[in-house]
Structure formats: C-alpha cells, structure tokens
C-alpha cells in the first residue's frame, strides 16, 4: 500500500478518476514531477521545515492509523468503518477470536519491545513484530475454522495466489495512457508528487537525526531517486512510494547503515508474495492491526502533544 500520508489521496483519486489504470497515469507523471523537482533542486526546501510541522503531520498519521485499526482489532464482520457500527448489539458484531489474537499480540509486542530488548541482545534480532505474526498464525491455526473462536477469511490477509509465471505477470496492471487529455490525471500526478515530496523531506530531516553516523542526505538527489521510482512502479501497476520514518526508524534501529538494507527489503518482499503467498494468507488481521495500533499510538504520544504546549502556543 502506499504511504499513510497519501493513503486518502490514493483512495480519492482512483474513485474520482474512475479506474485504476487511469489513476497509474498520474503515478508515472508524478514519478517524472518529482524528477524535474529533483533537478531544479527543490529538495532543499526541506530544510525549511519548522519542527512542529513534522511532528503535527506525524502525529496526524498516527491518529489516522491508530482509529483505522480498531474495526479490524475486533473482528467486525461486517462493514469495518466506525461510523457504521451498531454499538448496542456489539457483542455481536465482535469475534472473540480476532480480540483473543489481538490482546495475545499486543502483548507480545510490549513486552518484546519494552522489556525482553532491553534484557538481551538476541531479543533485538528477532523483530517483535515477526514474532506475533508467527503466533498469529499458530492461533488461527488451533482455533480453526469452526466454533465460537473460529476466524472468517475476510480476517485473514489475501495476498493473490499465481499458480505459474504466467499468472504471476498477469497480476501487473499497466496504466491506459489515453487518459493523457484528462486534466484531472494532472491535478492527481501534482498532488501526489508534492505530497510524497514533503512526506519524504520531513522523513529525511527525522532519520538524519537517527543517523548514528550523523549523515546528511542529498535531499534534491532523493527526489529524482523517488521520481525514477515512482515512474517504474506507475508502469508496472504500483502505487505510489515516498520514504517512510516508521520504516526508516526501524532500519536504523535494526543496524542498517546503507541503501542495501532497503534493496534487500524489497527483494524479500518479492519473494515472499511469490513462494509463500498460502503462508501469508493465514496471517490474521488482528495481529497487523496490533502492530499499527503500537506503531500509531508512538507517533501521536500525548507526550508530543505536551512537549509542543511548553514550547508556546504558536508551536502548539
């Protein structure tokens, strides 16, 4: 999926222009926006930041993450948007199974981080994320697919499953270039490019802070690097990309030093959607939904929320 911060603008704009190939368009025009921008060294605005933008936008994402998950954290079996719950028979909208994998997950995830990490170096070399997946996975095994814990498949990841090559390049769609004329494509293709421009700027300036070798990267280089980027996935069928501090923050903090890091993500990612797409398909909701109910909770702590009101309440 695309970054939480142009989450609402992906889902937008592919309503609004009216399918997805004509939405990949403006993926590809915002790829080659961000070259021109990257050329015209526009990355150096990103210097230009007031810090309490970068945390308002941080926090904002973390909220928006944090409420998005709670549907999927209960289990709704039916239409998951909040708005559209019947909290007066909630006891039979909620499956007990999702909340028994969600509560045993966010477990993990607290304790791992908070306090086996800090107890022992091999705690930090096995993610505490990859480690309430593999117990997610367990639990959706034991409980089945039958009784009151049992789980419905619409509460389980789906990830297509290619039976051969063939049906494995199947699945790329290509953008329908005839929505050139379109003035909205262009409008879209803008908005993504700045966004996903001032996305990765602010998540620069935050892991050069992170950075224990203290490096600085070429932000204007970084742009026309992303241009490229979002050009190839527009073609190939992707959604738009743009760094990411939660990711970034996690590379850092897992040793990685270089750009291979985050080569070798990528080609593990591949792999993983090709040989083991039956393993990810049992991976519960629940359990992702826990990791981003941490990960949103860290980037909108109250604590920023306090630190902000003693700076002055222009920064608040």
């Known amino acids: 999926?695309?970054?939480?911060?142009?989450?609402?603008?992906?889902?937008?704009?592919?309503?609004?222009?009216?399918?997805?190939?004509?939405?990949?368009?403006?993926?590809?025009?915002?790829?080659?926006?961000?070259?021109?921008?990257?050329?015209?060294?526009?990355?150096?605005?990103?210097?230009?930041f007031p810090s309490s933008v970068i945390k308002g936008m941080l926090c904002a994402i973390g909220i928006m993450i944090f409420v998005q998950q709670i549907p999927l954290a209960l289990g709704f079996t039916g239409q998951m948007e909040l708005d559209r719950i019947d909290f007066s028979n909630l006891h039979d909208e909620v499956t007990l199974g999702v909340i028994v994998i969600t509560l045993i997950s966010l477990l993990i995830l607290l304790v791992?981080?908070?306090?086996?990490?800090?107890?022992?170096?091999?705690?930090k070399l096995l993610p505490g994320p990859l480690v309430a997946?593999?117990?997610?996975i367990i639990l959706y095994l034991v409980l089945g697919e039958s009784g009151?814990?049992?789980?419905?498949?619409?509460?389980?990841?789906?990830?297509?499953?290619?039976?051969?090559?063939?049906?494995?390049?199947?699945?790329?769609t290509l953008p329908d270039f005839s929505a050139l004329g379109n003035k909205a494509v262009y409008i879209t293709a803008i908005t993504i490019a700045v966004v996903a421009s001032l996305e990765t700027l602010l998540s620069v300036e935050a892991t050069d802070k992170l950075d224990p070798l203290k490096r600085q990267t070429p932000t204007s280089h970084e742009l026309i690097s992303q241009g490229i980027g979002n050009s190839l996935s527009g073609l190939i069928g992707g959604?738009?990309?743009?760094?990411?501090?939660?990711?970034?923050?996690?590379?850092?903090?897992?040793?990685?030093?270089?750009?291979?890091s985050a080569i070798v993500h990528g080609i593990l990612l591949l792999l993983s959607v090709i040989l083991i797409p039956r393993l990810l398909n049992m991976i519960p909701q629940a359990v992702l939904?826990?990791?981003?109910?941490?990960?949103?909770?860290?980037?909108?702590?109250?604590?920023?929320?306090?630190?902000m009101y003693k700076l002055g309440k222009e920064h608040f």
């Open 148 to 172: 009151e814990f049992a789980l419905h498949p619409a509460q389980l990841v789906s990830v297509p499953i290619p039976n051969d090559l063939d049906s494995f390049i199947a699945q790329f």
């Open 133 to 136: 997946v593999a117990t997610g």
């Open 239 to 260: 959604l738009p990309i743009t760094q990411v501090i939660v990711r970034s923050s996690a590379n850092v903090m897992s040793g990685g030093l270089s750009k291979l």
């Open 289 to 307: 939904a826990s990791v981003l109910l941490i990960i949103g909770y860290k980037l909108a702590n109250p604590k920023r929320f306090i630190e």
């Open 1 to 48: 999926g695309p970054a939480a911060g142009l989450a609402v603008i992906v889902l937008n704009a592919i309503t609004d222009l009216g399918g997805y190939e004509i939405f990949l368009v403006a993926v590809v025009l915002a790829g080659i926006f961000q070259i021109i921008m990257g050329i015209l060294k526009a990355g150096v605005i990103g210097y230009y």
């Open 112 to 123: 791992w981080d908070g306090f086996l990490a800090k107890k022992h170096n091999i705690f």
